[in-house]
Structures are given as C-alpha cells and as structure tokens.
C-alpha cells in the first residue's frame, strides 16, 4: 500500500492531541531566519508545578500554551540544518537542555518540517 498524503496528515492530526508531559528541562520556540538561512530555536526554562503545568520559573505564573509571552530566553541555537541544529542542542552543550526522549523526537521533526520549508520558501509554523 502506498502512503497517501490524506491518510497521513489523518494520522499526525490524530496523534497532536494525544496527552505529553512537559520537560522539565524546559521548552523551545522554533523559527526561520530567512535573511541568515538559519533554522532557530530559543530555549526557554521552566518548572513544572504539580499540576503538570510549565510555570515561569522568576513569577511562578503559568506559561499559556498560546498566545505572547514576555520572557527572555535561556540559550538561541541556530543551524543551517536540522541536523546541525540538533548536534548543537544534543551534543555540544556540557549539559543538554532536553531531558525526555520524546521532547528530543518531537524537536527532530519540527527541525526537519524547519529545513524544507527553508528549502522550499514556504512558511513554518511550529506544530
């Protein structure tokens, strides 16, 4: 059976509304330099209270998942692709900024969906 872009795009949908823990080592906010062609991420930290909720570690006010938020981030990483990038989060740091396995699954993918549309001139919102 060949992979239909319909049955795909069904299924990714499906599993962006299943339940994720927040990493506590913080969270990411991806972007595109178009003037650098570079793929940017801002790492920001957080706590998660115990609620499970991502609370601003300098206020304690829960971070909305939507919407500005006035923070300053932690770290910018930039790479010119996914692969770049990824070896400078995961691999120069002394300590790496992602602590859970499917936060770092869910960067390489938003890093690759970054690189196309890179590539391609399209517009990358970040899933």
Not at 27 to 48: G, Q
Not at 50 to 65: E, S
């Amino acid at each position: 059976m060949n992979p239909n872009l319909e049955n795909m795009t069904a299924i990714d949908e499906e599993l962006s509304k299943r339940h994720i823990d927040l990493d506590p080592g913080g969270y990411f906010i991806i972007y595109i330099d178009r003037d650098s062609n570079l793929i940017c991420a801002k790492h920001f930290t957080n706590v998660i209270n115990d609620r499970g909720l991502a609370v601003d570690p300098a206020t304690g006010k829960p971070i909305p998942a939507r919407g500005k938020v006035e923070r300053t981030a932690e770290t910018l990483f930039t790479g010119r692709t996914a692969k770049e990038l990824c070896v400078k989060i995961f691999e120069e740091p002394p300590q790496c900024p992602v602590t859970m396995l499917d936060h770092a699954a869910y960067l390489g993918r938003e890093f690759v969906r970054a690189e196309i549309a890179l590539i391609n001139g399209d517009e990358y919102v970040q899933d």
